[in-house]
């Protein structure tokens, strides 16, 4: 047997696990949220989650019936953008019920609809009258 380096030996294999290493490292990451959630892998992406899109809908729609016109009017335009800001923190509250786990945060969602719920009718109820006029 010739010259036998053991201390080369370790340093090869060192670099040889380090490599492998690096690269599952590249491939675990190189699957996409999908494709890692049919594989059995739930380890989605706080942007991914189902809770995360559904806040995002909700916040897109309330902001869309807040860049309404304005009118002048300060009792038609306040009812007119605090409508949909409500209505979004209704969505907000139902993904909180749907998605949520704390009991606090849990009954702080059902607090939120029935209070907005009841300002939402008021203020339908108010513009229904007054658009009227």
């Known amino acids: 047997m010739k010259n036998f380096n053991f201390p080369s030996l370790v340093s090869l294999l060192g670099t040889a696990l380090c490599?492998?290493?690096a690269a599952s490292a590249q491939a675990q990451?190189?699957?996409s949220a999908p494709a890692a959630m049919s594989m059995g892998m739930t380890h989605a992406t706080p942007e991914s989650s189902p809770a995360t899109q559904a806040y995002r809908a909700g916040s897109a729609a309330m902001m869309q019936g807040m860049d309404a016109p304005y009118t002048?009017?300060?009792d038609r335009d306040f009812a007119a953008h605090m409508l949909p800001h409500h209505e979004g923190a209704v969505a907000m509250a139902k993904v909180e019920l749907k998605y949520g786990a704390d009991p606090v945060m849990l009954?702080?969602?059902r607090a939120v609809i029935k209070a907005q719920d009841e300002e939402?009718?008021?203020m339908k109820n108010w513009q229904a009258k007054h658009d009227a006029k």
């Open 19 to 21: 490599l492998a290493a």
């Open 107 to 109: 009954k702080l969602a």
């Open 72 to 74: 002048g009017d300060p």
């Open 29 to 31: 990451q190189a699957i």
């Open 120 to 122: 939402i009718a008021l």
